[in-house]
Antibody
Framework: EIQLVQSGAEVKKPGESLRISCKGSGYSFTTFWIGWVRQMPGKGLEWMGIIFPADSDTRYSPSFQGQVTISADKSISTAYLQWSSLKASDTAMYYC????????WGQGTLVTVSS | EIVLTQSPGTLSLSPGERATLSCRASQSVSSRNLAWYQQKPGQAPRLLIYAASSRATGIPDRFSGGGSGTDFTLTISRLEPEDFAVYYCQQYGSSPYTFGQGTKLEIK
């Protein structure tokens, strides 16, 4: 069974750093792109970027370029989404998804940024 | 960046009726690289259709996709109670792989 399991909910303060994770199992992790999608409260889906774990080729949406870093560690079949300095506006649910079109999705990680 | 515009914003129908959802792209989507997703409250999105018209694994045949170029549709032939949800289109032909803003399908 293919699974993407994301790390748990986070509560952070503005200015703090954060890395959330997405662990793939049940398939060859290095042969499919992993994307990240943001969903702000009550809003639609926003495509953030995507990484190919075999060679870490990464593409970003211009809206998120420079705001987040996407990475992957193929040795442990895990992709990451990272912030160096969180803002209140980063409060959202974040999903990872397998393939350029999301054949499989993680359960989501809720990130709350509040002072 | 390709902008996807979905219409209508909200669609009110009854179970058993036919639903037609539209997704229009600001420029041609290469190789029909368009997907449709269903999202219910509190759940992750679920892939319904990829390559504009191919049903994902386990998706009932009442769901069908069509279109090419800049105009795409998702059709649900006979609505079941579990089909009332929000639907998104996404193009993956040109990075950034943008989503539409969604269509809410609600019970009339």
């Amino acid at each position: 069974e293919i699974q993407l399991v994301q790390s748990g909910a986070e509560v952070k303060k503005p200015g703090e750093s954060l890395r959330i994770s997405c662990k793939g199992s049940g398939y060859s992790f290095t042969t499919f792109w992993i994307g990240w999608v943001r969903q702000m409260p009550g809003k639609g889906l926003e495509w953030m970027g995507i990484i190919f774990p075999a060679d870490s080729d990464t593409r970003y949406s211009p809206s998120f370029q420079g705001q987040v870093t996407i990475s992957a560690d193929k040795s442990i079949s895990t992709a990451y989404l990272q912030w160096s300095s969180l803002k209140a506006s980063d409060t959202a649910m974040y999903y990872c998804a397998r393939h350029v079109y999301g054949t499989d999705w993680g359960q989501g990680t809720l990130v709350t940024v509040s002072s | 960046e390709i902008v996807l515009t979905q219409s209508p914003g909200t669609l009110s129908l009854s179970p058993g009726e036919r639903a037609t959802l539209s997704c229009r792209a600001s420029q041609s989507v290469s190789s029909r690289n368009l997907a449709w997703y269903q999202q219910k409250p509190g759940q992750a999105p679920r892939l319904l259709i990829y390559a504009a018209s191919s049903r994902a694994t386990g998706i009932p045949d009442r769901f069908s996709g069509g279109g090419s170029g800049t105009d795409f549709t998702l059709t649900i032939s006979r609505l079941e109670p579990e089909d009332f949800a929000v639907y998104y289109c996404q193009q993956y032909g040109s990075s950034p792989y943008t989503f539409g803003q969604g269509t809410k399908l609600e019970i009339k």
